[in-house]
């Protein structure tokens, strides 16, 4: 379970597992925690990632040629259990954890301490079987809400989601270019007055300005194409966690 | 499961435990308006009717039913006949389809047009339609496919679509397939999304599956008109599978007419590079729907081999992967150089050039001939024509010299 509540706004990178390097993955994500995220939702690359934009694509793309697979992402999971207690959700699409098997992917998942699960190509209404694996295994389940919800549909997402709803900003995939505008703030509002559970929005979010517009209705912002094109147009290593530290650390200061 | 399948789908979308919608939450609301607005017209007589003259004068339809005489001599084993959908308006059954979805996405006041496309077939037969309607369309490729089937993309450039190339993954059908659903899911009020075969998410199957099921209710009636009785069996080639349930629907209740789908063997089926998805696959889910699908253990789809650039999918419709369970539909395969050989076969034979999908299919009879008797007759779809196919037996030629 993750606990949501209060007027502080949550901070939420996203990073991919096994990206830039089998075991490099760890490195931005403690450089995320200690630039002030409040969760972390971790990637596990899949070779057709249909939601994403071109940054997510290529970070799948990498992590895949280094050869991660569950097992790996599992190991990254406990490993940032090691750091911290922050929440973990992880993000990732349905045929990887459809091969290793439903059940033992949610008991896995558990046991090494991540806290929810976060499926785009798995709508509430074919996830029976994997929200059912996942409730025993007391794992949070988030599901996407779109722009293009239907009223009836944004009120079963907000039951079936276990203790926050994901809110995607755009028609669009992840790392959309678009500029919210006040149709953005009117659907957040919305969002906002209907739903019963807190919501973090996501896609498209790409500055401190961006994040905080989103921040004025939902309870927390997701970053993640953003971050991978930070790192990857750096000149090194070292200034691509610099500069991913950087952006973290300007956005939480406009969110609090 | 019992040995018959009910013209599924199901409520949910299902055919067996197979389909269902496996896509982001943002194109929901358009499957849900594409399945009301399409159960809408298949009810609706003015629109089933304009859907018939189109296919009659712009498509050619009926096609003709044709007896392959000297290939049958040549196999000296069943009498051979070929469906002429290569006789169809650009070439291939594809356009079965499009015509009716184009109907469709004009009712729904819908101005631009989405597809994907492997061979280039699919492609052209959408952009020719959006050329007869007026509308915008984008037709995602793969590059390597680009540079395989070269001549299809001349035509629809000249047709007037965009023809987008695809460079991330095998940069093939499966990756123009995801680069198409990230444009719908980003254009999702204005666009709708043309899909060529019976795959992706419920209810596209369906409505493809019906589109295309034209073709075997001409057949039925062509066979007890030229034969005398129905076909001993039907030959189809299978990617997707929409020409083969296209073939196979009309019949489905015939028991005694058997089935076969022809998928890509590639080099081999031991050889890993294939794309015999039921053949060699296992159940799974890519771009919607839940099928048999190739994938390696750790759940990431792999690269499917095939000389054809209209089989080379991880995928197979769900209704396919229904109907291998059931035992309704015999799955086979045939290999590369088998598919060449009837390329060639059957073009110096015949005088037609069938295209390197529908080759498949003839491969498969010519390499399972005795399993039939003299006296029986085999359908085969001749799924398209081969003019596009030049590039690759060029290249195929110049490896041998």
Known sequence: MIAMRGRHKLLVPFFTSGYPKAKGALDLIRAGIDAGADMIEIGM???DPMADGPEIQLSSGVALSNGINMTDTLRLVEAVRRYSDIPLVLMGYFNPIFAFGINRFAKSVSTCGADGLIIPDLPFDEADELSRSAVQNNLSCVYLIAPTSSAERVEKIDRACTDFVYAVTVTGVTGAGTRFDRSTDSYLKSLRQRLKK????????????SAARLARYADGVVIGSALIRAFRLAKNQRSGLKEVSRLLGDIRHTLD | MGSKLETGPNRRGRFGVYGGRYVPETVMFALDELESAYRGFRRDRTFQNELKQYL????????PLYFAERFTEHLGGPKVWFKREDLNHTGAHKINNTVGQILLARAMGKQRIIAETGAGQHGLATATVCARFGMNCVVYMGEEDIHRQAPNVEKMNLLGAKVVPVSSGSATLKDATSEALRDWVTNVRSTFYIIGSVVGPHPYPMIVRDFQTIIGKETRRQSLKQIGHLPHALVACVGGGSNALGLFTAFMSDDKVKMIGVEAGGKGLGSGQHAATIRKGKPGVLHGSYSYLIYDNDGQVVLPHSISAGLDYPGVGPEHSALADIGRVEYGSATDKDTLRAFRLVSQLEGIIPAMETA??????????????PSQHIVVCFSGRGDKDMPILRAESEKHQ
């Not at chain 2, 009659?56 to 096609?63: A, E, L, M, W």
């Not at chain 2, 498949?360 to 008797?373: G, I, P, Y």
């Open chain 2, 56 to 63: 009659r004068d712009y498509v050619g339809r009926p096609t």
């Open chain 1, 45 to 47: 690359p899949f070779s």
């Open chain 1, 198 to 209: 807190p919501f973090v929005a996501g896609f498209g979010v790409s500055s401190p300005a």
């Open chain 2, 360 to 373: 498949h299919a003839l491969a498969w009879v010519v390499r399972n001939r005795k399993k039939f008797k």
